[in-house]
């Protein structure tokens, strides 16, 4: 009997990997887009004040951030604020682990650890001109006044929900759309970038 034939796992934007590669725009006005396949990302519900979340920041290494639009990062483990009782772990490590060592870390108490990691992928936008391309379509105010590393909302760019995080002062963002919108916003994104290949308008 023949062995079973296993799919490769394929991410939802491996068919545009070289559309967002020549899109990239070098210079002063200089932009790029790549998605970052596979991240894994782990919902986290706990009341804020409970001997369990003490037990899931220990093992994160981290406090949970307690503000809207708040991270914590602590090695390969990163918070992100969802709401008062609601938090996205994205992890540089592999997903099974991290799900066992936060579901020990509730142990039984009122809460949820569960596995979203299919649910969204990641997309990094950078780039000297990357805020004037995501200000074409997100209503948040990006100014550095409003809006600087280490913040993560809740918003749209585009019509796409997108959790937006800036990771630097480049600026680098990471957009983490769900995976059935993930192809309608990278050409989105796309298209907003290509302005900024031509000279700048005085």
Known sequence: MAEPTIAARTSPLAHLEELMRAATVTGARGVALAEWPFVTMVNVRVDPGSAAAGRIEKTLGAPLP?????????????????????WLVLSQTEVAPVVAELTEALAGDPGSVVDVSAN?????????????????????DLHPRAFGPGRAVSTTVGPVPVLLWQVNEAPTYRLFPRAS?????????????????????P
């Open 66 to 86: 307690r503000e809207c639009g708040r991270i914590s990062a602590y090695g390969p483990h990163t918070a992100v604020w969802l709401g008062p009782d609601e």
């Open 120 to 140: 969204r992928t990641t997309l990094e936008l950078g780039g000297p001109a990357a805020r004037q391309v995501l200000e074409k379509g997100c209503p948040l």
């Open 181 to 201: 919108f993930a192809d309608y916003l990278a050409r989105w994104l796309v298209d907003a970038m290509s302005e900024y290949r031509g000279p700048q308008v």
